[in-house]
């Protein structure tokens, strides 16, 4: 299997042009000048060390209160699911269902892709690489909904401040499952899907010479 990499092609990982390498040992950038890597430079440490942090932080995440409401009625503290489960029984069954897919499958179904994608190259799996390379893709797309609850949290924060009627404020939960949410994005950044390619061109080789 011919890769760009065997042509001594490489993008540029800050402005995204393709230039030849020339043979040099620390290649730059002709248009912007940044240093060019065949492969982004270790790229399965990172984002298993960033899947690893996002998994941590996942458990605060969601047992402790990301958001506290404060009125004449008393005080009142919500985590994302007892949150979904409100919405739900007040019958805002669909806002329920935007928020539990945006703020719990979304994040787990994330993680598990990464972790997945991250362990099948490690594994040289040879199986579905255009498969794989799609689920990538579509974690990169609905990455940013993820923040949905974060969003609503800030939003409620600055509009309810109404003194000692009503005053809401973020809670612990909010500032965990933020980081949570920049963690798979970073992992989602960090994971180079060219070492699908990478894995099958290197079985392919040791085929041809045990051929």
């Known amino acids: 299997m011919t890769t760009a990499a065997a042509l001594g092609l490489r993008g540029c990982q800050t402005c995204g042009l393709v230039s030849r390498a020339g043979g040099l040992e620390h290649p730059a950038c002709p248009r912007c000048g940044a240093r060019l890597h065949a492969r982004k430079p270790e790229s399965l440490a990172r984002t298993w060390a960033l899947l690893a942090a996002s998994a941590i932080l996942y458990v605060p995440a969601n047992t402790l209160p990301i958001m506290q409401t404060s009125s004449l009625f008393g005080t009142q503290q919500d985590t994302i699911l007892s949150g979904v489960i409100y919405l739900g029984l007040s019958g805002s069954w669909p806002l329920a269902v935007v928020v539990f897919v945006a703020s719990v499958f979304v994040p787990v ?42 969003f609503v949290v800030a939003l409620l ?31 989602a950044m ?3 899907p060219r070492l699908i390619w990478d894995r099958l061109a290197s079985r392919g080789d040791r085929a041809e010479r045990r051929g």
């Open 157 to 187: 924060a600055a509009l309810v401040q109404l003194g000692s009627v009503a005053v809401v404020v973020p809670g612990p939960g909010a500032t965990a499952f933020g980081a949570v949410v920049v963690l798979t994005m970073l992992a």
């Open 190 to 192: 960090t994971f180079d």
């Open 109 to 150: 179904a994330k993680l598990a892709i990464l972790a997945y994608l991250a362990w099948s190259v490690q594994r040289h799996a040879a199986r579905g690489p255009n498969d794989r390379l799609r689920l990538y893709r579509l974690v990169e797309l609905v990455g940013r909904w993820s923040m949905l609850d974060v």
